[in-house]
């Protein structure tokens, strides 16, 4: 490794040494190798393509799935001071051209893009001119039917192959089987790629399923228990906020975190987990990306993940340091007939994504053939409301269309509020003489927002709070008092998404034509459901083991402190003795009989049994036990 890696890591990453294998990927790289790069959550996949791209000349490319995810890296970066940029979506043309004089001349350093945006002939000109030292593809299971995220637009990345034929490819994930590994060296053309594989065993994480039919009870418990940081899992963005009122009713300092909460708000939240201000959050699967928090000790599901490669990414966030952490789902006898009903309700057919598409262009008023390259405004709960359509199931029609290159849904698109003073500057300063308790407020407004007399100006309300040492609901109720009184405009941000219909609308037959790629994900949806179940429900066999195997490891040592070891240590705690005395009473009785009177699982009795057998204490007839 060269010295010039480790001065990188040390200037921008403060960090003196390589974990295991990012030293090995990086050399790969530095030496024009096609790359795979398998390392677990929290693996430092980043530094793998981050640390080559910035010692060779040029700007290194990187696809990646989500908007959020791209945007993250990027201010990551260019707050260490590395320059980098993201074509962002609804670009017009001007701004793509603007952007890529700027990397060129710029000396820029990372270009992060969709894939689907790269699918513009005028994007893929401009690529072909720039001087590109490395192809990171973030994310790479997206490329397979069998990834637990597929983007069919994902299987089109090899078009960089042709626009930049010398350049190398690292592909990264960080959840993938053997046959995920091959979709990925298929569809991408990699040229005899070096692959590692960093092993998914966490000798130091517990994997620990509970049932239990008063999980608030059992959360209880646990935090009474344990007070060190911890994530709580839950499958709505509700559920967020009741566990969280009920954690805190109870004692227990935590936060929520999902979704549908401002960029703001998340940044609150996130930083009052990390700073331990609240140990505890509660969060949806959008609590996922970067976070690199070292020290916590317990992640518990409420509900059933949604996948194993969801389960081992979020039951990895656990215990970083190298110390104990407790990976904990919370299992009753309802939640696997309820997912499964939940997967028959949410998952639609092809029936329903005709619908739903043909619905989307009749919404905006499109003719059959016409075309609009433009994005709408689109609100999700508006439009299932006037076509009658289940919401749950909509959502995920839009996200199949999304995936297949059909629409570009921009969820987290959120128009920016703007206010514009329509009075003098002297009746303005009037109005805050005459309301004092107003005074700071507008006096601040003047002083972060210039040229609000000329026209109107974006703002940001939230801001004006810390600011102000409000709350924002009452800089927005303030702006709205001073509208009604006429003395400005207020236009508050809009929550509706940005909606791009990207083909001329050709109704069933633009479906048809994916149709084959849209029943392969929805067939391989149905297999990891049950892949998850039976993970859940296989109390037989070591957790660590079982996810292991998923992944194609070949595991045969059990890890000792997962709930099935622990209840197998437990078996030889229990006393033969007890047995002997049963049969002794009770003279002849089934396995089943004698877990029913001891109160133990079968596979504990059974071990028992295969002893007292073989030292001939006991035999057995017609399946049932009884004493020499």
């Known amino acids: 490794m060269s010295d010039k890696s480790i001065e990188i890591l040390a200037h921008y990453w403060k960090h003196r040494s390589f974990r295991s294998p990012q030293q090995e990927i990086i050399t790969a790289v530095l030496d024009g190798k096609d790359t795979i790069a398998l390392l677990p959550t929290g693996g430092g996949k980043s530094i793998c393509f981050q640390i080559p791209a910035l010692i060779n000349e ?13 945007q993250d890296q990027v201010d990551s970066l260019i707050n260490k001071g590395i320059k980098a940029t993201v074509i962002s979506s609804g670009s017009s043309q001007d701004e793509i051209i ?3 004089d700027n990397i060129r001349f710029g000396k820029t350093k990372f270009l992060y893009i969709s894939p689907e945006r790269l699918q513009s002939r005028f994007i893929q000109e401009k690529i072909k001119q720039l001087k590109v030292n490395l192809i990171a593809i973030d994310e790479a299971h997206c490329i397979s039917e069998w990834g637990h995220d597929f983007r069919p637009s994902y299987q089109n990345i090899s078009i960089l192959k042709e626009l930049q034929p010398k350049v190398p490819f690292i592909a990264l994930t960080a959840t993938a089987t053997k046959k995920v590994i091959n979709d990925i060296i298929v569809s991408l053309k990699l040229d005899t790629p070096k692959i590692f594989k960093k092993s998914f065993y966490r000798k130091n994480l517990a994997y620990q399923i509970f049932e239990t039919d008063d999980k608030l009870n059992k959360l209880n418990q646990i935090f009474t228990k344990t007070k060190a940081p911890a994530i709580v899992y839950v499958n709505s963005r509700a559920k967020t906020k009741d566990i969280t009122s009920y954690l805190s009713a109870n004692g227990f300092k935590s936060c929520f975190y999902h979704g549908g909460l401002t960029f703001q708000e998340k940044e609150l939240a996130f930083d009052s987990w990390m700073s331990e201000k609240t140990p505890i959050i509660v969060a949806t699967n959008a609590f996922g990306m970067g976070i690199d928090k070292p020290n916590v000790r317990v992640v518990i599901h409420l509900n059933l993940p949604s996948s194993i490669e969801n389960y081992i990414q979020e039951a990895g966030r656990g215990g970083r340091d190298g110390n104990k952490a407790f990976s904990v789902v919370l299992v009753n006898k309802n939640d696997i007939k309820k997912s499964e009903d939940s997967l028959e309700t949410s998952l639609p057919i092809i029936s329903d994504i005709k619908l739903v598409h043909r619905k989307l262009y009749q919404h905006f008023q499109i003719t059959i053939g016409e075309f609009i390259e ?10 299932c409301t006037k076509y009658k359509l289940p919401s749950t199931k909509t959502y995920n029609v839009l996200q199949i269309l999304n995936s297949n290159g059909i629409i570009e849904l921009n969820a987290n698109f959120q128009q920016k509020s703007t206010i514009h003073f329509i009075v003098l500057s002297k009746q303005v300063v009037l109005y805050s003489q005459q309301n004092p308790s107003v005074k700071n407020f507008i006096q601040t407004v003047l002083r972060l927002y210039g040229g609000v007399f000329e026209n ?12 102000t040492g409000i709350t924002s609901w009452q800089v927005v109720e303030e702006l709205e008092r001073m509208q009604e009184k006429n003395i400005l405009e207020y236009h508050k941000a809009t929550n509706n998404s940005e909606l791009f219909l990207l083909h001329p609308r050709e109704d069933d037959k633009t479906i048809n034509r994916v149709s084959k790629n849209i029943n392969l994900y929805l067939t391989q949806k149905k297999q990891k459901h049950k892949d998850l179940i039976h993970f859940i429900e296989n109390n037989d066999v070591c957790r660590s083991v079982q996810l292991l195997a998923y992944f194609n490891e070949d595991a045969t040592k059990k890890c000792g402190i997962c709930d099935v070891c622990l209840q197998y240590k437990k078996t030889f705690y229990i006393n033969p003795e007890h047995i002997i005395k049963l049969l002794d009473k009770e003279k002849r009785l089934s396995v089943s009989e004698i877990c029913t009177r001891l109160h133990e699982k079968e596979a504990n009795i059974l071990i028992l049994l295969r002893t007292l057998l073989s030292e001939e204490k006991i035999s057995v007839t017609n399946n049932k036990y009884f004493l020499l």
């Open 58 to 70: 040029g700007v290194c490319i990187v696809i990646s799935p989500l908007i959020a995810l791209m």
């Open 98 to 100: 603007t952007l890529f």
């Open 374 to 383: 433009t994005a709408f405004d689109f609100n999700f709960l508006e439009f």
């Open 456 to 467: 109107p100006v974006k703002i940001d309300e939230f801001y004006i709070a810390k600011k």
